[in-house]
């Protein structure tokens, strides 16, 4: 079972729409969440970081991470087409050696106009 | 802004050959990192700096070899090319103990 499982998709939704994009990991000392876009033949960019459990606000963009559950989402609202893009999430833990990044595989999107 | 740029955005190169991945950060950061992106398997580390002339093993450093000479620089090294290593390669690098890690934008690397 990989640490990090990412619904690698394709997903495409209409433009307008609010879009779910969700990961599930194993590890419980994971504290450290993010979200990379990567827009395609780019190289990742950071989207949105968050530091334990909670949401955070940014723009259209909404990161939630559920350490219970073990489970990380990014919604994005009023979905526009230059979101299409491969999502990916990312975790870490402090016990981690070097803090390395653990990835999911990636979701593909696309928002359609 | 960060910048992280990398010295090839294609490569094709034949089986066998050496092949040198450079990549450069201007922001004084301490840690670098390669990885390689395949479909299907996400994003995986090769080899990753922390220092000058520091370096540790990722999860697939088999085939590769690194160098840092500079704060700035990290290259990658593949001493004998082989078709297998056709893929995206991503260079990164993090001040310090942060978390977040900016990439480069890529080289695409054939090999025939």
């Known amino acids: 079972q990989k640490e990090v499982e990412q619904d690698p998709g394709p997903l495409s939704v209409p433009e307008g729409a609010i879009v779910s994009l969700n990961c599930t990991y194993s590890n419980s000392a994971f504290q450290y969440f993010m979200w990379y876009r990567q827009y395609s033949r780019k190289g990742p960019e950071l989207l949105m970081y968050?530091?334990?459990?909670g949401n955070k606000e940014d723009g259209r963009f909404t990161a939630q991470v559920d350490k219970s559950s073990k489970y990380i989402s990014l919604f994005i609202r009023d979905s526009q087409p230059s979101d299409s893009a491969t999502y990916l999430c990312a975790m870490s833990s402090p016990n981690q050696g070097a803090q390395k990044l653990v990835f999911g595989q990636g979701t593909r999107l696309t928002i359609n106009p | 802004d960060v910048k992280v740029t990398q010295s090839s955005r294609y490569l094709v190169k034949r089986t066998g050959e050496k092949v040198f991945l450079e990549c450069v950060q201007d922001m004084d950061h301490e840690n670098m990192f390669w990885y390689r992106q395949d479909p299907g398997l996400g994003l995986r580390l090769i080899y990753f700096s922390y220092d000058v002339k520091m370096k540790e093993k990722g999860d697939i450093p088999e085939g590769y070899s690194v160098s840092r000479e500079k704060k700035e620089r990290f290259s990658l090294i593949l001493e004998s090319a082989s078709t297998n290593q056709t893929s995206m390669y991503l260079c990164a690098s993090r001040v310090g103990q942060q978390e977040t890690q900016y990439f480069g934008p890529g080289t695409r690397l054939l090999v025939l």
């Open positions: 968050t530091y334990s459990s």
